[in-house]
């Protein structure tokens, strides 16, 4: 096949017109649709339903598709392997991790790494879907569990639980919360359990829900459900890391937690030695090591003062 028209193809597959296309191309829309026709004809077969809104891939441009993406993404990998062979760390890295480690966690530290490395570009992809590394979906990952992709590098970085958290100026208007029965007289903050999430959550919600909780709240991520808690909504289900920058949320009923959760970091085999990815590797290593020491750190002051 044409390499030229194999790109141009995935530029309007990707695109779903031929005007975008030609945008991103720097061509004509007439001369997008030449080669578009050109590249029918060699394959004898029609890769595009075309209508007023617009194209859409036929199962045969769906096939072809496909491969142009995993050229594609191949071609994304050899060039970051090329760009990383310079002195310094510069350029994209894409990182997946769930929206709440992404927004409570991660995005909040980030500010350190580009103090450093000024010249690098985060493209930070919040999703609980589970991104393919090796397809190069994503370039690392921190996930709540161990990644069970092969040919990838992982690292355990830190073990999370979920717990009950609370403001002093809610629990001041509320009957007292000294055993879990008294769960049934207070708001419930927590993931619907129809929510993707840890199984360690939903275990634990599922034991604060078999205690006739009245009231409840339910929203699809860990961020939803801190602005509930911090805005005095009720009792939340969180994890544990949100203590360090919110220290003013007091932990409701010490005893109960969910089981240990592994957060792991992984990136594929092929980029062990790309700058970027040691770059960002160290960085969330040593704010790992400065989460545990401030969280260990806040534990003695509490019992200090308590």
């Known amino acids: 096949m044409d390499w030229d028209k194999l790109r141009i193809f995935h530029a309007v597959a990707d ?11 720097h061509l004509s829309q007439s001369a997008v649709s030449r080669q578009i026709r050109a590249l029918e004809e060699s394959l004898n077969t029609t890769l595009f339903h075309r209508h007023a809104r617009g194209l859409i ?19 994304e ?39 450093k490395y000024p010249d690098i570009k985060i493209d930070l992809m919040l999703e609980e879907r589970v991104l393919d590394l090796p397809m190069r979906e994503a370039d690392v990952a921190i996930r709540m569990k161990e990644p069970s992709q092969a040919d990838l590098i992982r690292k355990r970085l830190m073990n999370i639980r979920m717990r009950l958290y609370a403001t002093r100026e809610y629990l001041d208007t509320r009957p007292p919360l000294s055993a879990i029965q008294d769960i049934s007289g207070h ?26 909780v009245q009231s409840i709240f339910t929203v699809n991520n860990y961020f939803g459900v801190l602005q509930g808690v911090i805005n005095n909504l009720g009792v939340g289900v969180l994890p544990d890391y949100v203590t360090e ?62």
């Open 77 to 115: 990998a050899a060039s970051a392997r090329i760009r990383d062979s310079e002195e310094e760390v510069f350029g994209e890295l894409r990182v997946t991790t769930t929206t709440g480690f992404g927004t409570l966690w991660l995005a909040p530290r980030l500010p350190k790494l580009y103090e």
């Open 57 to 75: 891939l036929t199962e045969q441009g769906e096939l072809l598709f496909d491969a142009t993406k995993s050229m594609n993404r191949r071609l």
């Open 245 to 306: 920058d919110f220290p003013h949320l007091i932990r409701c009923l010490p005893e109960l937690e969910s089981g240990e959760v592994p957060v792991f970091l992984a990136y594929p085999e092929e980029l062990r030695q790309s700058r970027r990815i040691m770059a960002f590797r160290d960085f969330v290593q040593d704010e790992i090591f400065a989460h545990r020491k401030s969280v260990k750190d806040l534990a003695v002051d509490r019992a200090t003062t308590a």
């Open 15 to 25: 695109a779903g017109s031929l005007t975008h296309a030609g945008d991103v191309l």
């Open 187 to 212: 708001r419930l903050i927590c993931q619907a359990l129809t929510s993707t999430q840890v199984s360690a959550g939903s275990t634990l919600i599922h034991h604060l829900l078999s205690h006739e």
